[in-house]
């Protein structure tokens, strides 16, 4: 089942693989939702979905509770007349700006299908950033938005920080964090998702809490690249190591194999 959304670091490609490592239980925890690729994917029978954008989360709490009509809603801003540079602007501004929830996560939609490369970037005020994308003919995903939205109801949205979702897992649940990426090298980092920045002391702070539950029963798997730095966090863990075709990159001769891991706190 393929997400809805554009979404740097989307596991689509690798969700076989990431089923393979998910053990059952009673309730799977994702704090870095992103997309949603994964829980889309698994059948948990209830799932508390997590991350930082607020905007993001938005999105997925009108699609849970809107379903058709919110669908129906949002193809008003899948019109010609909305895919030039100027009206993007001006709608991009109104995302930003609107106290209107569902207005405003209509807006979301629109601003992944229509701006560059799909991308979530954020300014330091907290305000979507990204420009005008120049695609021929941008279309609303309503098949994936309506399978979102029946695989939705056995879900919880919710707003929060990874470490405090991480600290609401009891023994049952199985938790799967995707992190952004730790950086390759210094230059290729994306990790502007949200306005906070996630730096190499969140990344350890997420390995240690990946321990802390471990020591309680609680299995963790957590998606990273396979750097010295992951290989050192993650010691404690089994780790299924391989090589990931790069989908997003502003650079389309820059689409190059690279390392990425699955450690396992189990
Ligand atoms: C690699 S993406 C997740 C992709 C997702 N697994 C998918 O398949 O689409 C990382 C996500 O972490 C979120 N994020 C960044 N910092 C965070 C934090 N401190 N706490 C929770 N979520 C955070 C971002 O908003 C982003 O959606």
Redesign the pocket.
Known sequence: MK?FLK?A????RIIERIKAALPPGNRLIE????????FLNMDYPNNLIT???AD?INLFRHVQSGGKEFIEYCQQFFVSDNNQADVFYHLRTEMNTTSDLQRKAALFIYLNRHCFNGLCRYNGKGKFNVPFGRYTKPILPEPELLNFWSKSQSAKFEVA??MTTMNRAEPGDVVYC???YVPLTTTANFSD??Q?K?GLR?QQELADLAVKLMLKGIPVIISNHDTEFTRTAYAAANIDAFDVRRSISSDASNRQKVGELLAIFR
Do not use: I, Q, R
């Open positions: 997400p979404w670091g989307g596991k689509y704090p870095f939702a992103g997309s949603g690729a994964v991350d930082s954008n993001l920080d990874f995707d992190p952004p998702y949200t906070k996630f969140e």
